[in-house]
């Protein structure tokens, strides 16, 4: 298959991304118990706790055909998303991989 803008992946959590995932969603909780928290419009970081190696739905937003990867617009079980930049092919963290057909 060739990769393209528009197409759904399967996106492999690193450790580094859940980490940089729990930090935002840990931030915005902190930040929704203080007296000054309204209805900002803000995007709440709010969802299911994410792990490396947890594997999500993503979208193709930017193909770099000489690198060999892609920018991705990543689903998360949640209300947030999470970009992840220039990510090429394959097993394991920090990768994507071609969802399978059933």
Same mark, same amino acid.
């Given at each position: 298959?060739?990769?393209? %803008?528009?197409?759904?992946?399967?996106?492999?959590?690193? $450790?580094?991304? $859940? $980490?940089?995932?729990? *930090?935002?969603? &840990?931030?915005?909780?902190?930040?929704? *118990?203080?007296?000054?928290?309204?209805?900002?419009?803000? /995007?709440?970081? /709010?969802?299911?706790?994410?792990?490396?190696?947890? /594997?999500?739905? $993503?979208? /193709? %937003?930017?193909?770099w055909e000489a690198a060999g990867s892609a920018n991705l617009h990543v689903l998360l079980d949640g209300t947030d998303t999470f970009w992840a930049c220039s990510v090429s092919e394959g097993k394991g963290p920090?990768?994507? &991989?071609?969802?399978?057909?059933?």
């Amino acid at each position: 298959m060739t990769l393209s %803008i528009g197409r759904t992946v399967l996106y492999t959590l690193s $450790a580094d991304d $859940a $980490a940089a995932i729990t *930090k935002r969603r &840990a931030d915005f909780a902190e930040h929704r *118990k203080t007296d000054d928290y309204r209805d900002t419009g803000y /995007v709440a970081h /709010v969802g299911n706790q994410v792990r490396e190696g947890d /594997v999500f739905p $993503a979208v /193709v %937003i930017r193909v770099w055909e000489a690198a060999g990867s892609a920018n991705l617009h990543v689903l998360l079980d949640g209300t947030d998303t999470f970009w992840a930049c220039s990510v090429s092919e394959g097993k394991g963290p920090r990768t994507w &991989a071609w969802p399978p057909r059933v």
